[in-house]
């Protein structure tokens, strides 16, 4: 079964950059679409961005465009959330999430049922 692991967070000053990783274990990412989504303390899980299972596709949330890009390294079986101009909203802790394409689609969704595979999440904050 599919397992995630993120890293890559830590502390950074506003204006700061930050690049998340998720990298797969026990099963390969090649079948799925990955999105990133983040919890701030308080409040409901957001989307930030998600990418389809070639990397042709991606979505991003409004709030994170122009700001961050996804990408992915087949090779490596890893996704990649690069954070630039950070703000304090930025926030979180950032979580993983894997979503079989089983129909060959190549798209994703920034819709958290969608995703069957999360992983455990790291933390993202941004602070003077």
């Known amino acids: 079964q599919l397992q995630l692991v993120e890293s890559g967070g830590g502390v950074v000053q506003p204006g700061g950059s930050l690049r998340l990783s998720c990298a797969a274990s026990?099963?390969?990412?090649?079948?799925?679409?990955v999105g990133w989504f983040r919890r701030a303390p308080g409040q409901e899980r957001e989307a930030v961005f998600c990418?389809?299972?070639?990397?042709?596709?991606?979505v991003a949330a409004s709030s994170v465009t122009g700001r961050f890009s996804i990408s992915r390294d087949t090779a490596k079986d890893t996704v990649y959330l690069q954070m630039n101009s950070l703000k304090p909203e930025d926030t979180a802790v950032y979580y993983c999430?894997?979503?079989?394409?089983?129909?060959?689609?190549?798209?994703?969704?920034?819709?958290?049922?969608?995703?069957?595979?999360w992983g455990q999440g790291t933390q993202v904050t941004v602070s003077s």
């Open positions: 990418v389809s299972r070639s990397g042709g596709n991606t």
């Open positions: 999430a894997a979503a079989e394409d089983l129909n060959n689609g190549d798209y994703c969704l920034l819709l958290d049922y969608e995703y069957d595979y």
């Open positions: 026990r099963a390969t990412l090649d079948r799925y679409a």
